[in-house]
C-alpha cells in the first residue's frame, strides 16, 4: 500500500513539474512575442518619423504628412499595449500630442505645394537622403493604401506626385554632374551623362507634353550638349577620354530603372 503511494506521489510530483514547466515556456513565448512585437512598432515609429522630418525638403502635401502622422499614432497605441512604466508613460504623453495634431490638421484645408517650385538641394548627401526618403514615403503610401487606410483618390494623386519629384531628381542630377564633368573637361563622361538626361526626359515629354519643367530642362540639356560638342572639338583629337565611371550612389538609387 506504501508502494502505491509513493509512486502516486512521484507520478503526482512529475505531473507537477511537467505542468509548471508548460507553464512557464508559454510565459517565455508570449514574453517574446511581446518583445517582438514592441520591437516592430518601435522601428514603425522610428521610420515614420525619419521620413516625417524631410518631408519639408521633399515638398510633400499634408495628404502625406496626415497619413505618416495617422501611422505613428497606431503604432504608439500598439506599443502601449506592450509597454510598462516610464515608456508607457512617455507614449502615452506622446499619443495625445499627436492625437491632437491629426484632429488639428484634418479640420484644415489640405495643403498641396506645386511640384513646380521643387528644388533639388546642393548638397550631395541632402539629394541622397532625399532620394531614399522618396522611396520609403512611396513604400508607405502603397502599404497604408492596401490597409484600406488611404483613400484610392489621394492614393493615385501622391504617388503620381512622388513619381514625377523622383523624374525631376534624376534629371536634374544627371544634368548637373554632366555640367559638372564638362567642366573638368571630362567630356566623355559628360557627353553621356547628358545624353542619358535628354533619352529619359524625351520619355516623360512623350507622357506629358505639356510640363513646362519637362520643356525647360530639354533646351537646357540641348543646349549643354551643344556646349560639350563644341568643347571637345576645340580641345583637339589628341584628348584622351576617362573610362567610364563606375554608377555612383545616386544610380544605384535608382536601380533597376523605371519607364515612363
Given at each position: 500500500?506504501?508502494?502505491?503511494?509513493?509512486?502516486?506521489?512521484?507520478?503526482?510530483?512529475?505531473?507537477?513539474?511537467?505542468?509548471?514547466?508548460?507553464?512557464?515556456?508559454?510565459k517565455e513565448r508570449a514574453e517574446a512575442e511581446r518583445r517582438l512585437e514592441a520591437s516592430r512598432?518601435?522601428?514603425?515609429?522610428?521610420?515614420?518619423?525619419?521620413?516625417?522630418?524631410?518631408?519639408?525638403?521633399?515638398?510633400?502635401?499634408?495628404?502625406?504628412?496626415?497619413?505618416?502622422?495617422?501611422?505613428?499614432?497606431?503604432?504608439?497605441?500598439q506599443s502601449i499595449s506592450y509597454s510598462s512604466g516610464q515608456v508607457l508613460n512617455d507614449y502615452?504623453?506622446?499619443?495625445?500630442?499627436?492625437?491632437?495634431?491629426?484632429?488639428?490638421?484634418?479640420?484644415?484645408?489640405?495643403?498641396?505645394?506645386?511640384?513646380?517650385?521643387?528644388?533639388?538641394?546642393?548638397?550631395?548627401?541632402?539629394?541622397?537622403?532625399?532620394?531614399?526618403?522618396?522611396?520609403?514615403?512611396?513604400?508607405?503610401?502603397?502599404?497604408?493604401?492596401?490597409?484600406?487606410?488611404?483613400?484610392?483618390?489621394?492614393?493615385?494623386?501622391?504617388?503620381?506626385?512622388?513619381?514625377?519629384?523622383?523624374?525631376?531628381?534624376?534629371?536634374?542630377?544627371?544634368?548637373?554632374?554632366?555640367?559638372?564633368?564638362?567642366?573638368?573637361?571630362?567630356?566623355?563622361?559628360?557627353?553621356?551623362?547628358?545624353?542619358?538626361?535628354?533619352?529619359?526626359?524625351?520619355?516623360?515629354?512623350?507622357?506629358?507634353?505639356?510640363?513646362?519643367?519637362?520643356?525647360?530642362?530639354?533646351?537646357?540639356?540641348?543646349?549643354?550638349?551643344?556646349?560639350?560638342?563644341?568643347?571637345?572639338?576645340?580641345?583637339?583629337?589628341?584628348?584622351?577620354?576617362?573610362?567610364?565611371?563606375?554608377?555612383?550612389?545616386?544610380?544605384?538609387?535608382?536601380?533597376?530603372?523605371?519607364?515612363?
Amino acid at each position: 500500500m506504501s508502494l502505491i503511494l509513493i509512486l502516486l506521489l512521484i507520478g503526482a510530483l512529475l505531473l507537477l513539474i511537467i505542468g509548471f514547466s508548460i507553464i512557464q515556456q508559454q510565459k517565455e513565448r508570449a514574453e517574446a512575442e511581446r518583445r517582438l512585437e514592441a520591437s516592430r512598432q518601435r522601428a514603425i515609429i522610428d521610420e515614420t518619423e525619419a521620413v516625417l522630418a524631410n518631408t519639408a525638403m521633399a515638398s510633400c502635401s499634408s495628404h502625406i504628412t496626415l497619413i505618416l502622422y495617422k501611422r505613428i499614432q497606431e503604432a504608439l497605441e500598439q506599443s502601449i499595449s506592450y509597454s510598462s512604466g516610464q515608456v508607457l508613460n512617455d507614449y502615452q504623453r506622446r499619443l495625445g500630442d499627436l492625437k491632437a495634431q491629426v484632429s488639428n490638421m484634418m479640420g484644415a484645408p489640405a495643403q498641396v505645394p506645386s511640384v513646380e517650385n521643387f528644388r533639388l538641394p546642393d548638397n550631395d548627401r541632402q539629394v541622397l537622403e532625399l532620394v531614399k526618403t522618396l522611396k520609403k514615403l512611396k513604400a508607405i503610401l502603397r502599404a497604408e493604401h492596401n490597409k484600406g487606410k488611404v483613400d484610392s483618390v489621394i492614393f493615385s494623386s501622391e504617388e503620381s506626385r512622388i513619381d514625377s519629384l523622383q523624374q525631376r531628381i534624376n534629371v536634374e542630377s544627371m544634368i548637373s554632374r554632366a555640367r559638372a564633368a564638362c567642366y573638368m573637361k571630362q567630356y566623355g563622361s559628360s557627353k553621356q551623362m547628358v545624353t542619358k538626361a535628354l533619352s529619359t526626359l524625351h520619355l516623360i515629354k512623350a507622357q506629358t507634353p505639356n510640363d513646362p519643367f519637362i520643356t525647360r530642362k530639354v533646351d537646357e540639356a540641348k543646349q549643354l550638349l551643344d556646349e560639350i560638342m563644341g568643347a571637345q572639338k576645340s580641345s583637339g583629337p589628341n584628348v584622351s577620354q576617362p573610362k567610364k565611371n563606375d554608377e555612383d550612389d545616386l544610380d544605384m538609387l535608382f536601380q533597376p530603372k523605371k519607364k515612363w
